[in-house]
């Protein structure tokens, strides 16, 4: 059978831009934000994106679209010797991502559940706490995880046409329009003058005293929100054909999910500053707890929670998709196994794989430390000092189809690609290593 084809101009981009637009924004940004000291972290992870960000997703997309194949296809084809681990590293972070992905995705299902039946009253962070407690653990965490799944196993069995590119094409201009509509509301709050002043003036005092946790969690959001480091956007650019100006389409995915996640800035910490929080305090788990207890204090706060909650649901349905798709492309690719049947065995693997998190938020650390802290960073390093040193030239000669005028840029990105990219992967997974150890 002829391998799949995006079927019009703007599947590809809508795809990315699904893939990259996910729980890295609207779950991990936020947090990581507060943890890192707001605006002093939201300027080196601009830097990060724009500066290593951008020339790390056109590498992954000259090898798709060179190629034509899986990631674990795509390198072996030109590559060789050790470098065939390099797929193999790709397929298994995407297992160890999909799986606590798709358990915090639930949460957000389950939330959104909650405020259309009973909605969010809840008499303060205490008891929105206990919510949290019961919603992220045990039963309630394994059923919605495996609604989730479920969801994402049947838009990658319907396959790149009729259940990706559909999919994306309801998903993306939804999401787009919740969250402009919910940040315009947050503009209305009392608090969102001081939530603003907090989100957008760094601190350079806490920026040069912290740079070393700084640094590294920058990356490490930058390569997750941006799908990258995991061979996601080699396999969406392996279904391209050759006329798409992929430089541009970059700049397209890159300027979109980092706006989307600065939106959010602006969603979020108004919510908080109104409802007294301070976000300083807030981790993985307490953005919903802060955000449920701020949805109860607020007029109209049942419809926006339920509106908030859906909206991330759906962005976090269509990141999934692409990384199970990896998956799924691998085994189609290499061993011809039919779509349906290679979707759900994976994802019964990846759900099952998800299970400890279920039961135990330490685990969600651990994957999450693991995936973002360590994983992704490794598998770009090893992805640009491959294309940067060993095959520039066929990466230059893909980069320059379908654009009349590059003006420099394909030098100036091999350029960036084999120097200056990797000694910021290397720096901020060596910090990032120092500070996961302890
Ligand atoms: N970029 C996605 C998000 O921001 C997460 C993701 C990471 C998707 C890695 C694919 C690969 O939610
Ligand atoms: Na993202």
């Known amino acids: 059978m002829a391998r799949e084809t995006w079927a019009t101009r703007a599947g590809f981009i809508l795809a990315a831009v699904g893939s990259a637009v996910g729980l890295g924004n609207i779950w991990r940004f936020p947090f990581i934000t507060a943890q890192e000291g707001g605006g002093a972290f939201l300027l080196v992870y601009l830097l ?171 990356a490490g959001q930058a390569f997750f929100t941006l799908s990258l480091g995991m061979g996601v956007m080699i396999t969406y650019a392996s279904y391209l054909g050759e006329d798409r100006n992929l430089a541009s389409d970059a700049g397209v995915i890159v300027a979109l999910d980092t706006f989307i996640a600065v939106i959010v800035g602006f969603v979020v ?24 207890s701020a949805f109860s204090g607020i007029p109209g706060g049942r419809l926006i929670g339920i509106v908030f909650f859906a909206m991330v649901g759906i962005a976090a349905l269509s990141s999934a998709i692409s990384i199970l798709e990896v998956l799924v492309s691998y085994l189609i690719d290499e061993f011809d196994v039919g779509r349906v049947p290679a979707a759900t065995a994976i994802g019964i693997a990846v759900f099952l794989l998800g299970v400890p998190v279920t039961i135990d938020l330490i685990f969600l650390d651990l994957y999450d430390g693991l995936a973002s802290g360590v994983l992704l960073l490794v598998g770009s390093l090893l992805l640009v000092l491959f294309v940067g040193w060993l095959i520039p030239d066929v990466a230059r000669e893909e980069l320059r189809k379908g654009i009349t005028s590059l003006g420099g840029l394909d030098d100036a990105w091999i350029w960036a690609v084999r120097v200056p990219v990797v000694i910021a992967i290397v720096v901020s997974l060596y910090l990032g290593i120092v500070d996961y150890a302890d």
Do not use: Q
């Not at 020339?55 to 899986?70: H, K, S």
């Not at 653990?137 to 799944?149: E, I, N, P, Y």
């Not at 760094?202 to 005293?209: K, Q, S």
């Open 48 to 218: 990060f994106v724009a500066l290593v960000g951008f020339p790390a997703i056109l590498v992954e997309f000259v090898i798709g679209r060179y190629t034509n194949l899986n990631p674990v296809g795509a390198i072996r084809e030109l590559g060789s010797g050790a470098w065939n681990y390099l797929g193999w590293l790709f397929v298994g972070i995407g297992f160890v991502i999909l799986s606590y992905y798709s358990v915090v995705a639930g949460w957000f299902l389950r939330y959104t559940l909650i405020g259309v039946v009973d909605g969010y009253a809840l008499a303060g962070p205490e008891e929105a706490g206990a919510l949290f407690g019961t919603v992220s653990t045990g039963l309630d965490s394994l059923l919605f995880h495996a609604v989730f799944m479920a969801l994402v196993i049947a838009i990658i069995a319907a396959g790149v046409r009729k259940g990706i590119e559909v999919g994306v094409k309801v998903m993306v201009p939804a999401i787009i329009a919740l969250l402009l509509g919910l940040a315009a509301y947050a503009f209305t709050l009392d608090a969102s003058g001081a939530a603003y002043s907090y989100y957008l003036s760094p601190d350079f005092g806490y920026l040069v005293a912290n740079w070393t946790s700084i640094l590294p969690a920058a």
């Open 269 to 292: 910490f108004p919510f908080l500053f109104a409802a007294g929080i301070d976000p300083g305090t807030t981790g993985a788990p307490a953005i919903f707890v802060s955000l449920t």
